[in-house]
């Protein structure tokens, strides 16, 4: 297996992530994601900010209390 060459940023930026994030990934249907890029988009919002906008939304309409930070994400 050949190995990718990284810069020591990119290597500190993935370190980083690593350690106070944690990664969800979620499937949709062909061309899924190009709606959900243009509705980003219109919205003025990262692909990313605008599914955990939606998500904290949902858990808010449905009385979850629990903690979740995602102020660092919404955009």
Do not use: W
Request: zero cysteines; charged letters at 35%.
């Amino acid at each position: 297996m050949v190995e990718k060459k990284q810069n020591a940023a990119t290597r500190a930026k993935e370190k980083y992530n690593a350690a106070h994030y944690d990664q969800v990934k979620f499937v949709v249907k062909k061309g899924g994601r190009d709606t959900i890029d243009a509705a980003a988009e219109q919205a003025g919002m990262s692909r990313n900010a605008y599914i955990l906008k939606a998500i904290k939304e949902k858990m808010e309409r449905d009385g979850f209390d629990g903690y979740l930070d995602f102020a660092a994400e919404e955009g």
